[in-house]
């Protein structure tokens, strides 16, 4: 898949999502290709470049997002993390780990208003 790596502009392997996005556009080339119509590489290569300009505008809203160890949203930071992550962890925490305040005061209120009567 040479095209797909001249389009995206980096190396891809089997286990990339453009792989198979390309691999279902020259799928799609093969059954829409007419003999009569000219080169068939030439016409493979255009849907290919077109359903993975496709795939990448659909994708561009992801490019923000963060992968974040799942550690982080349980509240339990290691200390062999990197300053990035352990800020990012302090964020979600504050975030986060309010539930269990709110939830202990809960229960306190409960069990006094039980008490109570």
Request: net charge negative; with cysteine.
């Amino acid at each position: 898949m040479k095209c797909t790596s001249k389009i995206t502009r980096k190396y891809i392997t089997k286990s990339d999502d453009e792989w198979s996005v390309s691999l279902r556009a020259f799928v799609q080339a093969i059954q829409g290709y007419e003999l009569n119509k000219g080169n068939f590489l030439s016409f493979a290569e255009l849907i290919i470049r077109r359903r993975l300009i496709d795939y990448l505008r659909l994708q561009k809203k992801y490019n923000l997002e963060l992968s974040v160890n799942p550690a982080i949203f349980n509240c339990q930071l290691d200390e062999n993390e990197d300053d990035k992550d352990i800020a990012l962890g302090l964020a979600v925490a504050e975030k986060v780990c309010q539930e269990d305040n709110y939830t202990l005061k809960f229960e306190i209120e409960a069990a006094n208003e039980a008490f109570s009567h």
